[in-house]
């Protein structure tokens, strides 16, 4: 092994799917013990990453090392060291819960006594224990998708893939899968994972790739790729639609909207500014309130690709 | 534990996972079974009035005599039928999210088919009881001696080895179960344009040069020869060589397809 500090490294990675160049150059690294997320639009290539990562596709060029091990040469060893949830649910819609999870366990090699173990401790841990014996079939959305993560942690991988793990979840079991992937990094795993929701990355992630046409345009922490946008906004709520029109006249940079009563100002985030700003405003009541807006990944993933992203951020 | 040894024991998981599948869903169990025994049923009693006196040196209205000459026949068609549940289980797993999951696991690849191989056997040894115990419910007669029997169904086991790694390997290359479903059927059928249900000298010459050459035509000969108690030395060589070409294609053809599908 050469790094042990690494989980993932990957450099000049390819692939192309006839004269289609799907990963178009990809170099990243991730820490152990944290949590990458790889952010992109449909069509990205965030799939064909995760697939070329854990062994599944041969990249046309390039190196990728995963825990330590070449992902071409060493695919054995790579698959010891991880686990995957793929973007589409992966549970044996036959068997039950319960059955999934054995049958990983059975898979994984692990010794009968403690098999029995494990799986109980995940149908606890993913709220699966009154389903445990129905036919993973009958499940809804969420729990299969829970299945799908507890089946990927039963032998105890010390770095997981998740592909897309929230899309198509409701905002509650969303929530959920937060807490839980949350959970796996205070236990020290690394995670990889691949999302479209701009705010997934920005909650879970210690890094973020932006991932567009198959390179990465931009890479750091999510305080970082928002610094890359200057300037954010404030925005201030009006009584009435006279008083939206004064204010305007009286800020020469405001943008009013009669309809909504609000008036927006372009804003750098500095406590200078807004003083100023507060100090040309007649506190007579008709600024009923007021927000400071720091720029979003949104406007970073806009001001980066020059197409905003498909889906919008779940809330 | 060694290479083999994981072998040994992902392929028995995987196998578990596939009787546990054909328990949860008997129905295409059943359809499998009932396939070559609705055939049986209908020759027998549809056609086996005529059909028999046309055999040669047989008496008028030879039903018992028709019998004992389709039984090879239906025998070959059980095979072929429950050749179509692995193609379509295959293909089933090959569409479903799990093959992928199974590939990112440190496990013996061969056992994912393997496990299927195996259940599909086992599935056929049921389904060739049940079409043996109706046959003689009907009133198959057989002269065979016990070691024409043991050898009788050593064959069977080598065919259905074939034919399942045949068709895993039709499984692999369908894209959805549906169509893996229908290739299948050509087998079920094949009997038909072999010695199956009329000797192949009744047949017309450019069709009867296909099903005298054709590779079920020997081996339901054997089936025949064995059951009557007379092997010929030859058919059941004929019988094990085509066995083997099948088995060993179909289970090349698999693994090579299991490698490169969806790893594109
Ligand atoms: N097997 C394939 N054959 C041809 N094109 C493919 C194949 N798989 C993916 N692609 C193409 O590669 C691009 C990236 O796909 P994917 O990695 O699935 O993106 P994402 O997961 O970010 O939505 C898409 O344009 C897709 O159409
Ligand atoms: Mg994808």
Sequence with gaps: MTTRTSAIEVAGLRKSYGDHEVIAGVDLTVPEGTVYALLGPNGAGKTTAVRILSTLLPADAG??????????????????????TGQFSAVDELLTGRENLRLMADLGHLHRRRATTVVERLLERFDLVDAADRRAATYSGGMKRRLDLAMTLVAGPRLIFLDEPTTGLDPRSRRELWGIVRELVADGVTVFLTTQYLEEADQLADRIGVLDGGRLVA??????????????????QVADSERVAELARQLPEAIPNAEALTVTLPHDGSLTALRRLLDGIDDDGAVTGLAVHTPDLDDVFLALTGHPTTDEVPS | MSTTTYAVRDSATMLRRNLKHMARYPSQTLMLIGLPLLFLLLFVYVFGGTMGAGLPGAPAEDRGGYLTFITPGILMMTVAS???????????DMTNGIIDRFRTMAIAKVSV??????????????????????????????AASATQWLSLVGLLALLSFAMTWFTVGLGLASPNPETASNWPMIFVLLPFAGSGFVPVESMPTGLRWFAEHQPFTPIMDAFRGLLAGSPGGSEVLWAIGWCVVIGLVGYLWSRRLYRTRAAN
């Design chain 1, 63 to 84: 190196e990728a090392r995963v825990a330590g091990y070449d992902v071409r040469r060493e695919a054995d060893q790579v698959r010891a060291s991880i686990g995957v």
């Design chain 2, 82 to 92: 429950v050749s179509i549940g692995t193609a379509v289980s295959v293909a089933t």
């Design chain 2, 113 to 142: 088919l393997t496990g299927h191989v195996l259940g599909a056997m086992i599935q056929t040894a049921l389904a060739l009881a049940v079409v043996f115990g109706v046959a003689f419910l009907l009133g198959l007669e057989t």
């Design chain 1, 219 to 236: 890479e750091g922490t999510a305080a970082e790729l928002k610094r890359l946008v200057p300037g954010g906004h404030i925005e201030l």
